[in-house]
């Protein structure tokens, strides 16, 4: 049973042969195998206990489970499209900038914290955003999806505030639905109200000012 965050990525996820980096327990790919979402999946794990719960919830699918460090675990041109889900974005960046070339031109990102990081990566190695959702529950995320495409630059950014996509994202902010706006409210309440803030907190609170103003 996937829960609302790992719902949200496995929808986003339809490809013959797909790699999940840092699987843990395995779940991701086991729901994508016997959904039919994918054909083929290969778990990597770079923490031995984490491998070994992959490979007994994968048993009998069709299914590599690897132990290894991120994308040293997969060979180029291997896998169609790959997802890192629940770890920060700036680890998440770490891992696709250690081995580019076995970076697949899918890619299903799903960052617990910096979501901006994994954002400014995808914009400089010519990744466009495909799709973006939010999961509003106990704790907020946010689920990226990525095609690589260096013909043009991403027009998901047009015509937007640079630093506000960056921080919120270009298609949340683009579709600016209601719960993206209880969101951003909430957040700003709280660092108007914070005594002390960090420059990255200050910085936040004049992205979203200005972004507010602009939306009305
Ligand atoms: N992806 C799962 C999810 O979203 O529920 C598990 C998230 S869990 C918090 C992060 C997992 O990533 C851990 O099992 C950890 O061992 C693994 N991990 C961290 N760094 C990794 C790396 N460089 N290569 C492979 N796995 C990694």
């Not at 049973?1 to 990525?9: C, F, M, N």
């Not at 929808?11 to 013959?16: F, G």
């Not at 799903?110 to 901006?116: F, I, K």
């Not at 919120?168 to 969101?183: A, D, M, N, Y």
Request: hydrophobic residues 40%.
């Amino acid at each position: 049973k996937l829960d609302d965050r790992l719902k949200a990525v496995a929808v986003q996820i339809r490809s013959r042969v797909h790699a999940d980096i840092g699987s843990d327990h395995g779940h991701l790919l086991k729901a994508l195998l016997t959904s039919g979402r994918i054909e083929r999946g290969i778990a990597i794990e770079v923490n031995q206990r984490p491998c070994e719960n992959s490979r007994s919830t994968l048993v009998g699918l069709a299914a590599d489970v690897r132990l290894a460090d991120g994308l040293a675990g997969l060979s180029p041109g291997e896998a169609d499209s790959l997802s890192i889900c629940g770890m920060g974005g700036e680890l998440i960046t770490r891992i696709l900038e250690t081995h580019p070339e076995r970076v697949p031109p899918d890619l299903v990102l799903q960052p617990n914290r910096r979501p901006d990081a994994v954002r400014r990566w995808a914009l400089q190695a010519g990744f466009h955003l495909v799709d973006e959702q939010l999961v509003v529950g106990r704790l907020r995320y946010v689920v990226m999806r990525y095609r690589l495409d260096r013909s043009s630059a991403d027009p998901a950014y047009d015509a937007m505030d640079h630093e506000a996509a960056l921080l919120f994202g270009p298609l949340l902010i683009q579709r600016w639905e209601s719960q993206l706006q209880g969101v951003l409210l909430d957040e700003y309440q709280y660092l108007k109200e914070l005594q002390q803030r960090t420059e990255q907190s200050q910085h936040r609170l004049n992205v979203l000012a200005k972004l507010l103003r602009l939306k009305g």
